[in-house]
C-alpha cells in the first residue's frame, strides 16, 4: 500500500506557523498587559516581517514547558527558569535586563568582626585576598543566615559555591530578607556567618540602629558579578538569522519611550542588552553545585 508522504510544517514566523511571544506568566492578566502584548506583536512583525502572535502562560513552570513542546518561541525567563530551559535545550539568550547599568551583580559571605573568622576581602582595593578554598574552609560544621528560600545571592549561589569546594554547614536559618541577615551577623547570636547581595549592609533600614554596621559585619569572601536578572530568549530550534533579527527588532523597539513603556507593562523591565549563553555557565554551575530542585525555585 503506498503510504502517506508525511506533511512538511510549515516555516516559521509564517500565517500558518507564527511566532509565538510569550508575555509574563499570569493567572489573571488585565487589558493592559494584554493590548501591551499586541504593541509588542505588531512591532515585531512590522520590523521583521515574521508573523507572531501572543500568549500568557498560568505560570513561570507553564512557560519552560511551552518552550519545551514549541508552544512559544519569545519569552521573558526568571534566571532560574531560564537554567531550566537552557538545561533541555530548548533556548538561546537574546537580551539581558539592566539595572543599574549592570546586567549581573555579585554576593557576599559576611562574618562579625569579633568572631573567630578572617576577612579575605580587602575593602580598600574592592577585592579577595585569596582563593575560594581557603576563605570557605573555616565555615565547615557553622551556621549560616540565609535570606530566603529562592534568593540567588542570599542562598542559593553562595550555598552552591560552599558545594562546590565540599565545604559543608550546619543547617542554616532563614531570615526572610537581607538586611535581617546583616543583622543576624551583626548579632551574632542566630548564626556564624551570613549570605547577601553586594552590599545589603548599606540598606537604609539598616543605618538608625546599626551605625558601626560596617565596621562590625566584614566581607570574609566576595562573590564576583555572575548572578543575573531576567532575560529575553528564544527558541533554540528557530534559525540564528531568525533570531538575530528579532534581536533587532527588540533593540530598537526599547529606544523609543513607547516602546519601553510597553516592556515595562509586560516584563517589568525598561533596559536590555545583547547577551550570549556563555555569560551564564557560572551562574548555572553554582545553581546546579546548590543541588536544590530548580521547579522549587520558580513560580
Known amino acids: 500500500a503506498a503510504t502517506q508522504a508525511p506533511l512538511s510544517t510549515p516555516e516559521p514566523g509564517t500565517e500558518q506557523n507564527p511566532l509565538i511571544l510569550a508575555l509574563a506568566p ?19 512583525e512590522k520590523q521583521t516581517g515574521y508573523r507572531v502572535v501572543t500568549v500568557i502562560p498560568a505560570s513561570e513552570e507553564a512557560l519552560v514547558n511551552d518552550l519545551a513542546k514549541g508552544n512559544a518561541h519569545i519569552a521573558s525567563l526568571t534566571p532560574y527558569a531560564f537554567v531550566l530551559a537552557h538545561e533541555n535545550g530548548s533556548v538561546n539568550a537574546l537580551l539581558a535586563r539592566v539595572r543599574n547599568g549592570e546586567m549581573f551583580y555579585g554576593a557576599q559571605i559576611l562574618i562579625n568582626r569579633e568572631n573567630v573568622f578572617t576577612a579575605y576581602y580587602d575593602e580598600e582595593r574592592a577585592e579577595n585576598t585569596t582563593d575560594a578554598l ?42 526572610e530578607g537581607q538586611p535581617n541577615v546583616v543583622r543576624g551577623v551583626y548579632a551574632a ?13 548599606n540598606s537604609p533600614i539598616l543605618e538608625a540602629d546599626y551605625p558601626d554596621v560596617m565596621d562590625k559585619v566584614r566581607v570574609a569572601w566576595r562573590i564576583p558579578e555572575i548572578i543575573p536578572y531576567e532575560n529575553i530568549s528564544m527558541a533554540a530550534s ?5 533570531r538575530r533579527s528579532v534581536q533587532r527588532s527588540l533593540i530598537d523597539f526599547m529606544v523609543t519611550a513607547d516602546g519601553k513603556a ?4 509586560i516584563y517589568g523591565f525598561d533596559e536590555m542588552l545583547p547577551i550570549e549563553d556563555a555569560s551564564y555557565a557560572e551562574f548555572i554551575k553554582y545553581v546546579n553545585a546548590s543541588g536544590l530542585n530548580l521547579l522549587d525555585l520558580i513560580e
Request: overall charge negative; proline content about 7%.
Open 26 to 44: 499570569n493567572p489573571h492578566p488585565n487589558e493592559a498587559i494584554i493590548s501591551a502584548g499586541d504593541t509588542l506583536a505588531a512591532f515585531i
Open 238 to 242: 528557530l534559525p540564528f538569522e531568525m
Open 189 to 201: 547570636d542566630i548564626c556564624d556567618f551570613g549570605a547577601t547581595f553586594v552590599d545589603a549592609r
Open 262 to 265: 510597553v516592556m515595562q507593562t
Open 134 to 175: 581557603s576563605a570557605l574552609t573555616q565555615f565547615a560544621d557553622k551556621k549560616p543566615c540565609w535570606s530566603d528560600e529562592t534568593s540567588p545571592s542570599g542562598y542559593v549561589v553562595p550555598l552552591g559555591l560552599l558545594n562546590q569546594y565540599q565545604v559543608q554547614t550546619r543547617a542554616g536559618a532563614f531570615l
